[in-house]
Each structure stands twice: as structure tokens, then as C-alpha cells.
């Protein structure tokens, strides 16, 4: 009975509005520009975005995709078009720091 019970009150949390938006909230912010500069010393990154430049920092925890496979920082060239999924704080603000950076081109002439 208590399991019951227990799987009553789970299911009815899962259900609130408050837990709906929760999951909203989580989803990652995304943006996507060109490559205009890489420091990787500061571990910046600058993304040429349609408002202008975005300076995006990466820490030891994003994920690079080059080419389809996993890759670092190092691997990115300027002029590559990408896709930056940004961390999300609790609160639901994308922050401008990146999970995920995933080359979508090659890098541009030059």
C-alpha cells in the first residue's frame, strides 16, 4: 500500500506545472555564428552571431565535434560556421559558457 502510494505522489509531482517548466528550463540555449577568434590559454572562443561578436568561454567539461567526431578546441579553425549549446543556470539564463561546440563547416579560405 505504501508503494502505492508512494507512485501516486511521484506520478502527480511529474504531472505539476512547476515540473513541466523545470524540464523547459533544462533545455540548452543555442547559438550559432562563425569563428572569429580562439584563445585557448583564456579558453575563449569569439562567435560572429547575427547582433554582433559573443565571446563564449569552455572549460573541461564541453564536448567539440569536428568533422562528425569528438574532438578539442584545438581542432577549430576561424571561419568555421558552428553550433554552441550554452549552460543553462537553474534559474533558466543560458550562461556564456558552452557544453556542446560542433563544427558545422569547414574552415573558411585563409
Same mark, same amino acid.
Request: aromatic residues 4%.
Given at each position: 500500500m505504501r508503494r502505492r502510494r508512494w507512485l501516486a505522489?511521484?506520478? #502527480?509531482?511529474?504531472?505539476?506545472?512547476?515540473?513541466i517548466a523545470m524540464r523547459a528550463e533544462a533545455q540548452p540555449a543555442e547559438l550559432v555564428g562563425t569563428l572569429a577568434a580562439l584563445d585557448t590559454r583564456a579558453r575563449t572562443l569569439s562567435l560572429t552571431v547575427a547582433g554582433g561578436e559573443r565571446r563564449i568561454r569552455f572549460d573541461d567539461l564541453t564536448?567539440?565535434?569536428? #568533422?562528425?567526431?569528438?574532438?578539442? #578546441?584545438?581542432?577549430?579553425?576561424?571561419?568555421?560556421?558552428?553550433?554552441v549549446q550554452l549552460q543553462v543556470s537553474a534559474g533558466g539564463r543560458a550562461r556564456d559558457v558552452a557544453r556542446r561546440v560542433v563544427a558545422i563547416s569547414a574552415a573558411g579560405p585563409g
Open positions: 505522489l511521484l506520478a #502527480a509531482a511529474a504531472c505539476a506545472p512547476g515540473a564536448l567539440f565535434v569536428v #568533422a562528425g567526431r569528438p574532438g578539442a #578546441a584545438r581542432d577549430l579553425r576561424p571561419g568555421q560556421r558552428l553550433r
